[in-house]
């Protein structure tokens, strides 16, 4: 069973900046990966944020941006608003399927 | 706007059957590969099946292969998941969502529907 990691919990302040990792258990995180992001609220369903390591869908707010970082796939929050405080999901495709990391929970406090 | 609804979720004993079902409006549902993604309680997604749309390209997850059976009629604009031999570890939410163009599955989702297993 191939493993996602991300960070279990992370913790920022309204107005700065703070940077999500998505690790593969099976090495460097390449644009082969199409990394996506997904931001996920109590109750509701997950959204799509990011796409393919670094798109933006018309809805994703111009706060969040994607990259790939140091072996990673990474997404940061800049100017975070106390709305981002949510799950955050990546997920990551091997051979034919897609895997999710185990998610991180974003406290803005 | 993209409009994917989930319906069929109930509870079911150990060993049981089920089948879910999609309905999607708001876009050409034939031009596009659909998925069934599922989220048991207090966990991350996970993400169970997708078919193209011309039902020749389909993906299962380990944990589900040979249990579950996805498929499409895309004349009804549906997605179906035939769920069979169900086991406790099966209860979660179901979402259907759409896997959209350029490396983006799951840029809609629906609302999901609840399926538990017990006994």
């Known amino acids: 069973q191939t493993v996602v990691t991300q960070e279990p919990s992370l913790t920022v302040s309204p107005g700065g900046t703070v940077t999500l990792t998505c690790a593969s258990g099976?090495?460097?995180?390449?644009?082969?990966?199409?990394p996506n992001w997904f931001q996920q609220k109590p109750g509701q369903s997950p959204r799509s944020l990011i796409y393919?390591?670094?798109y933006k869908h018309s809805w994703t707010p111009a706060r969040f941006s994607g990259s790939l970082l140091g072996g990673k796939a990474a997404l940061t929050l800049s100017g975070v608003q106390s709305d981002d405080e949510a799950d955050y999901y990546c997920l990551l495709f091997y051979d034919r399927g897609w895997v999710f990391g185990g998610g991180t929970r974003l406290t803005v406090l | 706007q993209v409009h994917l609804v989930e319906s069929g979720g109930d509870l079911v004993k150990p060993g049981g059957s089920l089948r879910l079902s999609c309905a999607a409006s708001g876009f050409t549902f034939s031009d596009f590969f659909m998925s069934w993604i599922r989220q048991a309680p207090g966990k991350g997604p996970e993400f169970v099946s997708y078919?193209?749309?011309?039902?020749?390209?389909?993906y299962y997850a380990d944990s589900v292969k040979g249990r579950f059976t996805i498929s499409r009629d895309n004349a009804k604009n549906s997605l179906y998941l035939q769920m069979s031999s169900l086991r406790v570890d099966d209860t979660a939410i179901y979402y259907c969502a759409r896997l959209g163009n350029g490396w983006s599955p799951g840029d809609y989702w629906g609302q999901g529907t609840l399926v538990t297993v017990s006994s």
């Open positions: 099976t090495g460097a995180v390449t644009d082969d990966y199409h």
């Open positions: 078919i193209n749309g011309g039902t020749n390209d389909i």
């Open positions: 393919n390591a670094r």
